[in-house]
């Protein structure tokens, strides 16, 4: 039986360390590239210049042009499914019927297993041709509808997550809430949110972190030209967008020019590393408070 235990605790440990694996794996990848493209790029420079044109004859490798441009759609997205996913949290926790909660989650939750390419395409044929109406000026591809799109496709990892905070709660904290004569909204807002507002936190912060590495949607809808800008209404590129573009044999292989997706890549995984450590921070603050 002891033996049988330590196969099975062997087996375990094997799995659990190949996420540990792939994510050092990764970094080791990232690394070494991205100091062979140090090598032959400033790393001043490709902090602080604002033009990113490594394809291009006179070469820039600013990489705040992709930063803005990835910001930009992400700030959008957020903007749209931050406020629509809380929503439709707090109403199916304490609003919707539990047989509308069952039917309403699923098809919630469908909309993130729907191909990102499809939402690409939407915000290219449907959103952006809707939006010129409005904004006469609006370039065909731009990062308003790419961000519009984008939220849309997040409200699910924001919905979902938070639902589920909200509902892992302890019922006697909104009985009691009830017994001393509060209204559904004050029990939502005073009472339920700040009690699950770790969980929220971590959805919101998922959210973004989705956001960011968000590729085809950007890719399709808000073009492929890097500038530092914070005009929504202008082609943009992000980071994913120009992995992308060089991966698909824009750039020879070993060149300086495809060494920058490393270097782009090191950048947008030290994004998402700072992201989870805030929520990670904010989740542990947050547990401390209501011990």
């Known amino acids: 039986m002891k033996i049988k235990e330590k196969i099975i605790e062997l087996v375990l440990k094997f799995f659990a360390s190949i996420t540990i694996l792939t994510t050092v794996g990764i970094i080791v990848v990232l690394l070494f590239e991205s100091i062979a493209f140090f090598k032959s790029v400033s790393i001043l420079d490709f902090l602080t210049d604002t033009q990113w044109t490594p394809l291009y004859s006179e070469k820039h490798f600013g990489i705040l042009a992709l930063v803005s441009g990835t910001f930009l759609t992400a700030a959008i997205a957020i903007a749209v499914a931050l406020p629509i996913g809380l929503t439709i949290a707090i109403y199916l926790n304490m609003y919707a019927p539990k047989s509308f909660r069952k039917v309403l989650k699923p098809f919630l939750e469908i909309l993130a297993a729907i191909p ?33 799109v984008m939220g849309i496709m ?5 919905s979902s997550l938070s639902e589920d905070a909200l509902h892992a709660v302890p019922k006697s904290l909104k009985l009691a809430s009830f017994g001393m004569g509060a209204t559904r909204f004050q029990t939502a807002f005073k009472v339920m949110v700040p009690a699950a507002s770790s969980g929220i936190i971590v959805s919101i912060i998922l959210a973004i972190s989705r956001a960011i590495g968000e590729t085809m949607i950007v890719a399709i809808a808000a073009g492929q030209q890097p500038q530092l800008t914070l005009d929504p209404t202008v082609p943009v590129q992000t980071i994913t967008s120009y992995i992308v573009q060089v991966s698909m044999g824009d750039a ?4 300086i020019e495809y060494k920058t997706i490393f270097a782009a890549g090191l950048t947008l995984f030290l994004f998402t590393f700072i992201l989870n450590s805030i929520s990670f921070y904010i989740k542990k603050k ?3 408070k209501y011990e």
């Open 286 to 288: 947050y547990q401390e």
């Open 154 to 158: 997040i409200i699910p990892f924001i």
């Open 252 to 255: 020879p292989q070993g060149s």
């Open 116 to 148: 990102t390419v499809v939402y690409g395409f939407f915000a290219l044929t449907i959103v952006t041709p809707f939006l010129q109406t409005i904004y006469p000026d609006l370039e065909t591809f731009n990062s308003l509808s790419a961000g519009i």
